[in-house]
């Protein structure tokens, strides 16, 4: 079974860091392309980071570019997102997603999430 | 920058059929994806690339697009149906529409 499993989340102050893990289980984990997915309270889905299945390209959101980075180790089958300089902004649940890989733009499987709350 | 328009909310009465859309000017030369959110839960893919269903997936949810307007058609709604709907595409970068909350009266 296809499986993603956040943590790392937690209650951070503004300005703070935080480092969010994605252990992937069930597929082969260095051949997807993985992207860290979030929902603010009371908000839609919001597209955080992407990184291709080697690791070697990365793309983030306006919103976090320069403040979060996104890497995988795929030994280890897990993915990351560092998140620096955080702001009250950035509370919100966290997903990971594996991206399809027939397809390369659309996520087929997601993890339950991780929740984030940044305080002032 | 690329916006995707969904309605805030759709009511669907039950065992009836709720046409949830998704506008951008020139979405018909996009591949549209749509997930299903449920309070607490997972997103879930229930339509790729406009018009495929992922396994699993009732054939009660069929998609489509052209023009300026996706849609994810659900026939003989269920209780079981009642929750948040994304469409998605790629644009160089992810993009996720507003979302729309379907209620079944």
């Keep these: 079974e296809v499986q993603l499993l956040e943590s790392g989340g937690g209650l951070v102050q503004r300005g703070g860091s935080l480092r969010l893990s994605c252990e992937a289980s069930g597929f082969t984990f260095s051949k997807n392309a993985m992207s860290w997915v979030r929902q603010a309270p009371g908000k839609g889905l919001e597209w955080v980071s992407l990184i291709s299945g080697r690791g070697g390209s990365t793309s983030s959101a306006d ?58 | 920058s690329y916006e995707l328009t969904q309605p805030l909310s759709v009511s669907v009465a039950l065992g009836q059929t709720a046409r949830l859309t998704c506008g951008e000017n020139t979405i018909g030369s996009k591949n549209v994806h749509w997930y299903q959110h449920k309070p607490g839960q997972a997103p879930v893919l229930v339509m790729y690339r406009n018009t495929n269903r992922p396994s699993g997936i009732p054939e009660r949810f069929s998609g489509s697009n052209s023009g300026n307007t996706a849609t994810l058609t659900i026939s003989r709604a269920e209780a079981g149906d009642e929750a948040d709907y994304y469409c998605q595409v790629w644009n160089s970068v992810v993009v996720f529409g507003g979302g729309t909350r379907l209620t079944v009266l």
């Design chain 1, 63 to 120: 919103s976090v570019k320069g403040r979060f980075t996104i890497s995988r180790d795929n030994s280890k089958n897990t993915l990351y997102l560092q998140m620096d300089s955080l702001r009250v902004e950035d509370t919100a649940v966290y997903y990971c997603a594996k991206m399809d890989q027939s397809t390369s733009d659309n996520f087929d499987v997601w993890g339950q999430g991780t929740l984030v709350t940044v305080s002032s």
